[in-house]
C-alpha cells in the first residue's frame, strides 16, 4: 500500500504532518508541545500534569463547560497528558470532525483560561493521582525504576511530589504556560482520512500567526542509585531493572530493538520461556526499549511470590547475560515475523500512525516509511544482533525491588 | 461502506463467522469455546483458566516448545483466557497467514497435549495471578463486585480460589477439557483481507468431522450481599457499584446504552463532570454496561482518598437517581456523536470486527450490520431514554468498598 505523507513546518517552527488514510473513516490528531514534567519547576514538581488538566477548563470564547460540550459533540476520543519531554494532547473521531477539532485544539493551545477557581480541585485530583501510586506496587517499582536509571529531570514521573503540587499557584500555572506554550518545536501531526492541503491551509489559518519560542531543554542533573529496595508488606515482590541501549536515532537501533525482542518478543521469547514457562515463576514478566533523543534502557519487569523472587531476579539477569553467548537464527526468523506484523496492524490504526508520525519526527527530524522499517526489520539476522550486543553488552544494571524483603543483586559493575 | 459478511453453521453445530476487509493486510480471528470459568467444578475453581494455559503446551505433533515457537513464527499477536461463559482464543497476524494459524489452532481445540508435567507450573501461575489481586485494590473491588451481584456462576472471577486451583488434577483437566470443548455452541469469528470460500473449505477440512456436544450451562444459584466492606489498609477507599439493566436481546437495549452514556459517555457526561471536576473528588470514575444473555448490569467504579470516598458514593448514587428526573436534548446528541464516532473506530479495526461478529453471533444468534447500530443510535432520544429509566430506573444497588473503614450506604430497598 503506497503511503501518502506530508509535511511543513511554518515559519514560526510549528511543524505539520499528515498521512492521508482513504479507507478509513476516521481521523486521529496527536499534538506535541515540548513542555513535559522535565520542565517542572524543582520546587512544583507535577506542574505539567495540572497544566494538562487546567489547559482544557476553559479556552478561547468557551467557559470550561462549554469546551467540554464542545469537544463531545463532535464524538472525540480524546486524552490529555504530560510526558517527560512532551504535554501530549490527542482524539480521534470522524474524519468530518477533525476541522471543528482543531479550532477548539488551538483555543486549548492558545488562548486557554487556566481559571485560577479551577486549580484547587486540578491540584485535588493530582494528589489523588499520586497518593494512588501507594496502591499500585506494580506501576510504583516502576517510577521508582526510571526515576533511579535516568538523570534529573529524564526520570521524572509526571504525578509530581505532593510538596510540588500544593506549592502551584495561578500565576505559577499562567507562567509555566506563556513559558512553554510555544509554536518552535511544536508537532501537530493528523492521520486519517484528510486531503493535505485544506489541512494546512486550515492549520495555517489557527496557527500561523502564533509566535514565540520556548526555553532550551533542561540541563541534567545526577542519576540515582543503581540499587534500591521500597519496603513493603506486600503478598508480592516487585522487581524492575533498566540497562543502557541505543538511542533511536543511534545505527544500531533496529539491532537493539532485535536484542530486547530476542529477550521478550513474543510467547517464545527468552524471558517468557525460561522465567515464566519452565519453571512458573512469575506470572508477569517483560522486558521493553525507552529511548529518548540521546539515551535509551533496556527496561525489564517481574512481577512474583516473596518466596520465588530471588531466584526469578537471579534468572532474568542470567538470560540478559545470556544473549551475547549466541542468538539462533530461527529466534531472529520469529522476532522479525512478530515484528513486521505490528507493523502492519500498525499501518491500520489512524491513531497509532499520528503518533509514529510525530515521533518521529520528534526523534529523527523525518519521517519513516513503512516500507523502509520493513526493509529494517527484513535485514536483522543473528549477526547483526550479537554484533550490537557484544558492543553494549546487558550490564551495570539498575535494579529497584519492592516488597517485604531486599534481593541479592549482582555487585555494581 | 458496504460490509461483507458471512457465515455458516456446520451440522456438528460448529459456527464460522466472516467480515471480508479488502483495504487491510492483517486479519484477526477470535475461538469461543463455551467453557467459561462458570463450569468449573465447584471444588475446583480456577479450572479453566488453568486449562486455558495448559491447552497450548503442546497439541498435535507439536510439543509445547514447537507450538509456541509455530505460532510465533506466523507473528501471530494472541491470547487465550478464561471468560465466565467463553474461554477465548484471539490472534490477529498478517492476513496471508491466516491458514496456518487455523491449522495451529485446531490442533490447540482438538488434539491438546494436556501434558501432566506442566501443570504444576501452571498451577503455581495461577496461584500467583490469585495473589496478585491482594496487591491490586483497584481490580480485587470490581473482582468482589460481580462475586455478589450476579448469581453464582455468573458472578466468578477466572482466578478462582487457592483450595480449588491445588484440588486441579491432570485428569481433572483432562476430563473438563473433554466434556467442554465440543463443536457445538463454538463460535470461530475471522475479519480481515480474507475470502469467504477458502476460507470456509479450510475450516470445514480442519474442524467439519469434530463431534459431540457440551454439557448444559450450569443452573444458576444464590447472588450475594448486597453491601460488603473489605476492610484493607490502603491510601485510597474503592467503591464498586452495580445495579440491574436490561440484556442485550432487549428491547430496550440501545435506551440503556445511552443511559450509562449520559451517566459516562465522554468527559461531559454526568459523573465524570459532577463527581470529577467541579468537586475534585476522585481521580478516577465509569460507570459501565455489563451483560449477559438473560441479565445485565450497570456497573460504576471509583477510587478516592478515605476522606472524600463517602461523599463520592453519596454524590454517585445521587446522580443514578437523577437520571429518572430528565435528560437533556444535547446531552443525547452529545452520547449519539461518541457512540458514533466509537462504531466507526470499530469498523476499521479487524480486532474488534472479529469480536463483535463472535459477540452477536452468542447473544443474538445472528450479526448486526454496522448501518444497524447506527440507525438504532441515531433513533436515540431523550424521550426513549427517559421512557427506559423510568421503566428500569436505578436501584436495588449492590455496593462494594475496600479501605480502611466502611462507608454508609443507603438501606437496601
Not at 493551545?109 to 499500585?136: I, K, N, T
Not at 510504583?140 to 504525578?159: A, I, M, S, T, W
Not at 553467548?325 to 499520528?354: C, F, H, N
Amino acid at each position: 500500500m503506497a503511503q501518502e505523507v506530508y509535511h511543513h513546518t511554518f515559519p514560526n517552527g510549528l511543524t505539520v504532518l499528515a498521512e492521508r488514510m482513504t479507507h478509513v473513516r476516521s481521523a486521529a490528531l496527536n499534538f506535541l508541545i515540548p513542555a513535559g514534567c522535565a520542565n517542572d519547576p524543582p520546587d512544583q514538581l507535577g506542574l505539567a500534569s495540572v497544566l494538562s488538566d487546567l489547559i482544557t477548563r476553559g479556552a478561547g470564547s468557551r467557559d470550561s463547560r462549554e469546551l467540554t460540550l464542545a469537544l463531545d459533540n463532535l464524538g472525540l476520543d480524546r486524552d490529555e497528558s504530560a510526558g517527560v519531554v512532551h504535554l501530549r494532547f490527542w482524539a480521534a473521531t470522524v474524519a468530518r470532525n477533525l476541522p471543528a477539532a482543531l479550532e477548539i485544539y488551538a483555543d486549548i493551545l492558545r488562548r486557554p483560561h487556566l481559571p485560577p477557581g479551577e486549580l484547587a480541585p486540578v491540584q485535588a485530583l493530582a494528589l489523588q493521582d499520586l497518593q494512588s501510586l501507594d496502591d499500585e506496587p506494580r506501576q510504583r517499582v516502576l517510577v521508582e525504576l526510571r526515576k533511579q536509571y535516568f538523570p534529573d529531570p529524564l526520570g521524572r514521573d509526571r504525578r509530581g511530589t505532593e510538596a510540588g503540587i500544593e506549592a502551584i499557584t495561578p500565576e505559577s500555572v499562567r507562567r509555566h504556560y506563556e513559558r512553554h506554550f510555544q509554536p518552535r518545536g511544536a508537532i501537530l501531526s493528523v492521520a486519517g482520512n484528510i486531503e493535505w492541503q485544506p489541512l494546512l491551509d486550515h492549520v495555517a489559518k489557527l496557527f500561523g500567526d502564533w509566535q514565540g519560542q520556548p526555553p532550551a531543554a533542561p540541563a541534567l542533573g545526577a542519576r540515582g542509585a543503581r540499587r534500591l529496595h521500597l519496603k513493603k508488606d506486600t503478598h508480592q515482590t516487585q522487581i524492575a531493572l533498566a540497562y543502557p541501549s541505543v538511542p533511536i536515532g543511534h545505527p544500531h537501533y533496529y539491532q537493539a530493538l532485535g536484542a530486547v525482542n530476542v529477550l521478550s518478543g513474543g510467547m517464545s521469547a527468552r524471558l517468557f520461556t525460561e522465567v515464566r514457562e519452565k519453571h512458573g515463576l512469575c506470572y508477569a514478566i517483560w522486558a521493553t526499549y525507552q529511548t529518548f533523543k540521546d539515551r535509551a534502557a533496556v527496561i525489564a519487569y517481574a512481577g512474583t511470590t516473596n518466596e520465588r523472587a530471588q531466584k526469578t531476579l537471579d534468572l532474568t539477569l542470567a538470560e540478559f547475560e545470556r544473549l551475547a553467548k549466541g542468538i539462533e537464527a530461527d529466534e531472529v526468523l520469529r522476532l522479525k515475523a512478530g515484528l513486521k506484523s505490528s507493523l502492519i496492524m500498525q499501518e491500520e490504526s489512524t491513531s497509532a500512525r499520528a503518533g509514529s508520525l510525530a515521533s518521529d519526527w520528534y526523534y529523527l527530524g523525518r519521517i519513516r516509511s513503512l516500507d523502509e522499517i520493513q526493509k529494517a526489520i527484513d535485514e536483522l539476522s543473528p549477526a547483526s544482533i550479537l554484533e550490537h550486543v557484544r558492543a553494549y553488552p546487558p550490564g551495570d544494571y539498575t535494579i529497584v525491588t519492592l516488597g517485604p524483603e531486599p534481593l541479592q543483586t549482582p555487585r555494581d559493575s
